[in-house]
C-alpha cells in the first residue's frame, strides 16, 4: 500500500479489502470485530470513507480518529461520518476483539425521514475520546437493534427494506441520544470544569485584546484549547448552561456591548471594531436580535 490517503466510497469496496463475503445489501453492512484482522503493513495507513459507521467494541481497536487514538479498554459506541480521516496505529488478530461494526452508505437513508434529520445527530462529528460509554444493559438495547436490522438484510430485502432499516437506525440515533443526555448527567461535575475554563478563556481572549487584533474567537479555538471538539463542546455546554459555544460567545460580546455603549464615548462603529466585527452593520443586526433594539436605541434608553 502507498502512504496516499484511501478512499473507500462503498460497502462492497470495504468488504473487498476486508477479504470478506459479498455483502447480502450494496448500501449496510454489519461485522463482527473479532473478524476483523489489520495486518502490520497497514499501520500508519489514512483512510477515509463516503460511508457512516456505528461501532461497539470492547476495548482499543488501533485506530485513530482525526488527531485522536481510541484507547478505551471497556465497551463504547463509536460514531463516525463520511471523509472522517483514519488510521491504523497497531495490528490487529483475528478474535482480539470483541463487538460489531455497522456501515451505512447516505443513498441508503435518502428520501427517508431520517436522511432529513441525520446532520441533527452531533455524534457522528464527536472525537472518539468523547465516544459513549454504555451500561450492559444499554449494550443490549443498541445491540438488539443492530441484529434486527441483521436480520432484515439477511433475509428479507424488499420494497419495505429501505423504510424498516431506516427506522431502526433511527431508533438506535435516538437511544443514543438518550444515553449521551445521560453521560453528560452523570459526569455534570466534570462538565462544570469545563464550562469554568470556556467562560475563562472568553474573558482572557477579551482582556488581552484579542477580538480588535484577531476577530472574534471561533468555536474551533476554544474546543482545540480545551481539546475537545466542536460538536462535543457545544452539546456539553448548551446542556449544562442551555446555550452552546456561538450563542455563549454571542451573549458575552452584548454584555461587554452594554458596558462598552453606557460606560464610553466612543461611536457605535467603533464599539463594533472593538468587539471583533469588520463590519458595524454585523454588530448592530446582532444587537438587536439579541435586545430588541438598535445600539443606539439601547444607549439613548440607558
Known amino acids: ?3 496516499n490517503i484511501q478512499h473507500i466510497k462503498s460497502i462492497s469496496q470495504l468488504h473487498n479489502m476486508q477479504g470478506f463475503t459479498k455483502p447480502t445489501h450494496p448500501l449496510i453492512s454489519i461485522i463482527d470485530v473479532s473478524k476483523w484482522e489489520i495486518p502490520e503493513e497497514w499501520i500508519g495507513i489514512k483512510s477515509t470513507t463516503d460511508l457512516y459507521s456505528i461501532a461497539l ?5 488501533g485506530m485513530q480518529y482525526g488527531r485522536n487514538a481510541y484507547d478505551f479498554d471497556e465497551g463504547v459506541l463509536i460514531f463516525t461520518a463520511p471523509n472522517q480521516v483514519q488510521s491504523v496505529t497497531k495490528a490487529q488478530k483475528l478474535n482480539d476483539i470483541n463487538g460489531w461494526m455497522l456501515f451505512f452508505h447516505p443513498d441508503l437513508i435518502r428520501n427517508t425521514p431520517l436522511g432529513k434529520t441525520i446532520d441533527q445527530y452531533q455524534f457522528f462529528s464527536y472525537d ?13 438495547t443498541i445491540t438488539d ?3 434486527m436490522i441483521k436480520a432484515e438484510i439477511s433475509e428479507r430485502i424488499d420494497n419495505h427494506s429501505q423504510t424498516v432499516i431506516s427506522s431502526s437506525l433511527e431508533l438506535l440515533l435516538n437511544l443514543s441520544n438518550r444515553y449521551y443526555e445521560r ?7 466534570q462538565n462544570s470544569g469545563i464550562v469554568s475554563q470556556f467562560q475563562n478563556l472568553l474573558k482572557t481572549y477579551y482582556s488581552e485584546g484579542s477580538f480588535v487584533t484577531t476577530g472574534i474567537p471561533s468555536i474551533d479555538y476554544f ?7 466542536p460538536s462535543y463542546l457545544s452539546d456539553l455546554l448548551k446542556k449544562e448552561t442551555g446555550y452552546g459555544t456561538k450563542d455563549q460567545i454571542n451573549n458575552f460580546i452584548i454584555e461587554k456591548a452594554k458596558d462598552l455603549l453606557l460606560g464610553e464615548n466612543e461611536s457605535v462603529s467603533e464599539i463594533a471594531y472593538a468587539l471583533g466585527f469588520n463590519y458595524p452593520h454585523y454588530f448592530s443586526r446582532l444587537f438587536k436580535s439579541k435586545t430588541g433594539k438598535t445600539p443606539q436605541e439601547y444607549r439613548q434608553l440607558n
Open 145 to 147: 437493534c443492530v441484529n
Open 128 to 140: 472518539v475520546h468523547e465516544a459513549l460509554h454504555l451500561s450492559d444493559n444499554e449494550q443490549k
Open 57 to 61: 467494541k470492547d476495548k482499543s481497536c
Open 183 to 189: 453521560q453528560f448527567h452523570t459526569r455534570s461535575a
Open 1 to 3: 500500500m502507498g502512504h
Open 223 to 229: 474546543a482545540d484549547k480545551i481539546h475537545l471538539s
